[in-house]
């Protein structure tokens, strides 16, 4: 074998392996738990792999779950918002609320369970123990099963306008 051969491969391989490194981490699949009585949670181990060693446990977007973020998504959520300006006052109280209900450098112990901090899981989970975790692309979503359960619910009620306007976008994106 030649030398350029040798090193085209080597090179192949290093490009190939920075392909991966920049590979976005997409979070998928669906997973049923229970929180244990002290308030703990299960991070299925594919997730986990994901998210690293530290991590961040928040508020949705629409505070109606519980998202977890690897370290880098949620700096890249933060500075987001921070671009929107601080001089909205509405802006600013949803941040307050936000940033309240935020914990960083969040682990898992042994086990594979994360302590979702009391203030959160109140607000947020109220009194229930049994949850959804799902993949929500850039981040974890933890929800109450029947949350889960309704919103499916109102999913399949508006999947028929759903693909209407899906077929529409993708009309539109071929013109």
Known sequence: MDDNHVNGSQENAGSLEKQGAERKIRFIGSFNHSLDAKGRLVIPQNFRDKLGEQFCVAPSFDFKSIAVYPTEMWEKRNEAYEKLGK????LNRYLEQFYALSYDGQTCDGQGRVLLP?????????????VEITGANDHIRVVAEKVSSDSWSQFNAELPQLLDMIAGL???NHE
Not at 87 to 90: E, F, I, Q, T
């Open 118 to 130: 009391a203030n959160i899981r109140q607000k947020i989970l109220g009194e229930e123990r049994d």
């Open 170 to 172: 993708e009309a539109n």
């Open 87 to 90: 001089l909205n006052p509405a």
